[in-house]
């Protein structure tokens, strides 16, 4: 895989505090590595909280308070887990409207862990392939989802993981998923 193949795309890291630390920089550090442009968004300005599992870490700057962002602005989207960050974020509707946009818009979506929250409160996942964390898979099931337990799922648009562990595989479908969109859009121009 050529190193820049992301150059000038544009991806929303989507969070709020208590995300959790790994699920947030690797896939950025992966995404900033091949050329893409990522911005972190939440629902206010300032500083989010990063969590290891169940202890606070380290602060990071929000780029963009979600109410100043536009999802048309974004070529992709990547939802970090967190149980008390997807717990807190699903419930916000500028961030469902912007997933919402994000998707009709046939943007890649990348998502982790307890991250699908947002996707199930947004109404998106009835009739989608999606894994998650293992503790809400109900919930996807109870949207029409259909849950499965693996590393990595690619459905469409979206790629999903389960856990920290499965994050070098994440990243690797990531990378691919928003490198085919980056072509099919190319080819569309």
Same mark, same amino acid.
């Given at each position: 895989?050529? +190193?820049?193949?992301?150059?000038?795309?544009?991806?929303? &890291?989507?969070?709020?505090?208590?995300?959790?630390?790994?699920?947030?920089?690797?896939? @950025?550090?992966?995404?900033?590595?091949?050329?893409?442009?990522?911005?972190?968004? /939440?629902? *206010? /300005?300032? *500083?989010?909280?990063?969590? *290891?599992?169940?202890?606070?870490? &380290?602060? &990071?700057?929000?780029?963009?308070?979600?109410?100043?962002?536009?999802?048309?602005?974004?070529?992709?989207?990547?939802?970090?887990?967190?149980?008390?960050?997807?717990?807190?974020?699903?419930?916000?509707?500028?961030?469902?409207?912007?997933?919402?946009?994000?998707?009709?818009?046939?943007?890649?979506? /990348?998502?982790?862990?307890?991250?699908? #929250?947002?996707?199930? +409160?947004?109404?998106?996942?009835?009739?989608?392939?999606?894994?998650?964390?293992?503790?809400?898979?109900?919930? &996807? @099931?109870?949207?029409?989802?259909? #849950?499965?337990?693996?590393?990595?799922?690619?459905?469409?648009? #979206?790629? +999903? +993981?389960?856990?920290?562990?499965?994050?070098?595989?994440?990243?690797?479908?990531?990378?691919?998923?928003?490198?085919?969109?980056?072509?099919?859009?190319?080819?569309?121009?």
């Amino acid at each position: 895989m050529e +190193s820049k193949s992301l150059e000038g795309m544009r991806v929303a &890291i989507l969070a709020t505090d208590d995300f959790e630390e790994s699920e947030l920089f690797e896939p @950025r550090q992966a995404l900033d590595n091949a050329g893409a442009k990522t911005t972190v968004v /939440a629902p *206010k /300005a300032g *500083k989010i909280q990063a969590m *290891k599992h169940d202890e606070k870490t &380290i602060k &990071i700057g929000v780029d963009r308070a979600l109410d100043e962002a536009d999802a048309d602005d974004f070529d992709a989207v990547l939802l970090p887990g967190g149980a008390l960050n997807a717990d807190a974020l699903r419930v916000v509707e500028p961030a469902q409207e912007f997933v919402r946009s994000i998707d009709e818009a046939g943007k890649p979506i /990348a998502v982790i862990c307890h991250a699908p #929250w947002l996707l199930v +409160s947004s109404d998106l996942v009835d009739g989608r392939t999606i894994t998650s964390y293992h503790t809400i898979q109900d919930d &996807i @099931r109870n949207a029409g989802g259909n #849950w499965v337990d693996k590393e990595v799922v690619r459905d469409e648009n #979206w790629v +999903s +993981s389960r856990q920290p562990s499965d994050i070098p595989a994440f990243n690797r479908e990531m990378i691919k998923l928003f490198r085919e969109q980056r072509e099919k859009s190319k080819q569309a121009a």
